[in-house]
């Protein structure tokens, strides 16, 4: 069965810091991976995509088969990057499998 | 564009009365999904729609629940008879055409926070 799955349900840093949060994935086929960020008292939205490779708020993610994973990482870390963050697979379908979220607190 | 629309924010039930949650898409928007999420866990998929029409109800549970999105008014989540375990928050997505969360990015309301006593 598809599953997502994030460690860490939380990680504190300083600013500053360099910031990664783990996500790993089980599917056998080719997934679309996607981070989702949700800031307090916001909305879920979408951060980034790995079908575009794109850097959003200096966040990245790489997807890696052979490792089926596909970190969130970031070189220097921001208060106002404290937020919630889910990470989600899609696959054939219109429907999204979600990670239990890891929450990131980001101490001055 | 005032974004996805869920209300009430927060709904308190006894055990055995209804619940109705509401989901007002984006304008434009004629897809419509919702997510479950229970304390602890990630967002699970429940039920995907488009006007007039369940696409997907893979996800819902067998009894009790069912979902409608009528050509007009808002998309409605029903839950008849509640009991404890279905306390949770309850998330609804749109998008303008099949989104797999990327190609057509899903917009999320703020939710609805169930809970049953």
């Known amino acids: 069965a598809q599953r997502v799955t994030q460690p860490e349900k939380l990680l504190s840093v300083f600013k500053g810091a360099p910031v990664e949060l783990k996500c790993n994935y089980s599917?056998?086929?080719?997934?679309?991976l996607f981070w989702y960020v949700q800031y307090s008292r916001q909305r879920l939205q979408l951060l980034l995509r790995h079908i575009s490779r794109e850097s959003i708020k200096g966040f990245t993610a790489d997807l890696n088969k052979g490792e089926t994973s596909f970190h969130l990482k970031k070189p220097f870390a921001q208060e106002e990057d404290s937020a919630m963050y889910y990470c989600?697979?899609?696959?054939?379908?219109?429907?999204?499998?979600f990670g239990t979220g890891t929450r990131l607190q980001v101490f001055p | 564009n005032a974004g996805v629309m869920q209300n009430p924010r927060h709904l308190v039930r006894r055990r055995g009365q209804e619940a109705r949650l509401r989901c007002s898409p984006m304008k434009g928007h004629s897809h419509v999904y919702w997510y479950r999420q229970l304390p602890e866990e990630g967002l699970k998929f429940m039920v995907y729609?488009?006007?007039?029409?369940?696409?997907?109800e893979s996800g819902m549970p067998k009894e009790r629940f069912s979902a409608e999105f009528p050509k007009e008014g808002p998309s409605i989540l029903r839950i008849q008879q509640v009991v404890r375990g279905d306390s949770a928050a309850y998330f609804c997505?749109?998008?303008?055409?099949?989104?797999?969360?990327?190609?057509?990015?899903?917009?999320f309301g703020n939710g609805t926070r169930l809970t049953v006593t």
């Open positions: 729609l488009q006007k007039e029409n369940i696409i997907d």
């Open positions: 599917y056998s086929g080719s997934p679309e």
């Open positions: 997505a749109s998008s303008p055409r099949p989104g797999r969360g990327g190609n057509s990015p899903l917009h």
């Open positions: 989600a697979l899609s696959y054939n379908t219109d429907k999204l499998i």
